[in-house]
């Protein structure tokens, strides 16, 4: 019986979206999540119990644990997992990207290296020690950010001095905070200073199957991203470019992905257009975060989560062409530090037309936190259209109907 393995954090939105992909293929799937590893089996889901701060012991628990319960597939959704995947893929002979490959993906500097190498349009960057006194001279305007954070998670931009010291003091205290300790990372450090790099910003999805370049989709993100936060909001499909900067992306990608050494599985790419040609931002060994995934629809009703577990299974997906109707996504911002108190006028907003769903993934309660420091949204709305500009123009017609109460501060027990 083949089986699949599929690697995910607890606070991940995907691990659902995957689990409902393998019961339509009719595959068994072994998560394996970074839970107590001490209690036996606490969530009842026979989970393998990861640490995401010691993977080489975790890549050891699964490959035991494949030993005799055999996988024929792994997938892995989020960076910290990503590498534990590489490590555990390595051991048992199966297909996906190779560990160096992996953590040059996801270390911002080392991507940068790899990217200037290979002579990719690169800004000026350098990193600093993130608990040493910031450096006395950089050129600006500048971006800040940690070397392994995702999601836009502690990047600012400054345009001064005194921008640069308050900025670089905020990371250092993010890079401080338990969430991020806990890991036990070195990319964390670390701080990262690079050129600000003007012009619009898009998202790529794309697949490898041993070193061969697919791209599923590419999207606008319409709303301008010029800091002093880098919160994105809207992705959009297709994108509303000319096909010769569409096929420019495309080459860019390709370039990157050899740079880095990326061979199988999904990969996630954020990219700069302007007059000097295609920046690369970021790229990451792992399929698109958060719900977005639902943007995307392929030949007989096969989702992004399917297409990666056939892919990861070893099947032929080369056939499954997207569906060309416009869609996208709005990653409901954030507005302030509170508490959730109240979701209002949800029915309104989902009566948009050209909107699909809407799903509020915070819970009553909970605490929020916006970016920089934070790493999570308020929820998701999806909306397909005639139109790119449709799509954009029903997603924000949602978000406008939506009303979040947000406490100021904890409520009294």
Request: hydrophobic share 40%; glycine share 8%.
């Amino acid at each position: 019986m083949k089986r699949i393995l599929l690697l995910a954090t607890t606070t991940g939105y995907q691990a659902g979206e995957f689990r409902r992909a393998a019961d339509k293929l009719g595959v068994p799937l072994v998560l394996a999540s970074d839970r107590c590893h001490v209690l036996d089996d606490p969530w009842r889901d026979g989970a393998i119990p990861v640490r995401i701060e010691d993977p080489e012991d975790s890549a050891r628990r699964i490959v035991e644990f494949a030993r005799h319960t055999p996988v024929a597939g792994v997938a892995a959704i989020g960076d910290p997992v990503t590498r534990i995947a590489a490590l555990v893929c390595r051991e048992l002979g199966i297909d996906f990207h190779s560990p160096e490959a992996v953590e040059a993906g996801r270390n911002k500097f080392l991507a940068r290296e790899r990217y200037r190498a290979a002579g990719l349009p690169t800004p000026w960057f350098a990193r600093f020690r993130a608990r040493e006194e910031p450096p006395e001279s950089v050129p600006f305007p500048c971006v800040l950010k940690p070397l392994g954070l995702a999601a836009s998670r502690g990047v600012i931009r400054a345009d001064n001095r005194a921008e640069f010291l308050a900025a670089f003091r905020r990371i250092r205290a993010l890079l401080e905070s338990g969430d991020v300790r806990k890991m036990k990372d070195e990319t964390s450090e670390w701080i990262l200073a690079e050129g600000f790099i003007p012009g619009r910003e898009v998202a790529v999805e794309a697949l490898m199957t041993r070193g061969s370049l697919r791209t599923l989709a590419i999207f606008d993100k319409p709303d301008p991203l010029d800091g002093p936060y880098f919160e994105e909001t809207i992705y959009v499909t297709p994108p509303r470019t000319e096909l010769p900067v569409e096929e420019a992306i495309r080459v860019t990608l390709a370039q990157a992905v050899r740079a880095v050494g990326l061979s199988h599985g999904p990969l996630h790419a954020e990219m700069r257009i302007n007059p000097d040609g295609i920046w690369m931002l970021e790229m990451a060994p792992r399929p698109i975060g958060g719900l977005c995934a639902r943007t995307l629809r392929f030949s007989d009703g096969v989702s992004l989560e399917e297409l990666i577990l056939r892919h990861a299974l070893g099947e032929p997906v080369d056939h499954l062409e997207r569906e060309r109707a416009a869609s996208g996504v709005m990653m409901i911002p954030i507005p302030s530090e509170g508490v959730l108190d109240a979701v209002e006028d949800l029915g309104p907003a989902s009566a948009t037309p050209g909107v699909e769903q809407i799903e509020i993934t915070a819970k009553l309660g909970q605490k929020l936190i916006p970016l920089p420091e934070g790493s999570s949204y308020l929820g998701f709305i999806f909306a397909r259209g005639q139109s790119p500009e449709d799509v954009e123009k029903s997603l924000r017609e949602a978000h406008r109907k939506l009303r979040f109460e947000i406490s100021v501060s904890l409520p009294v027990v």
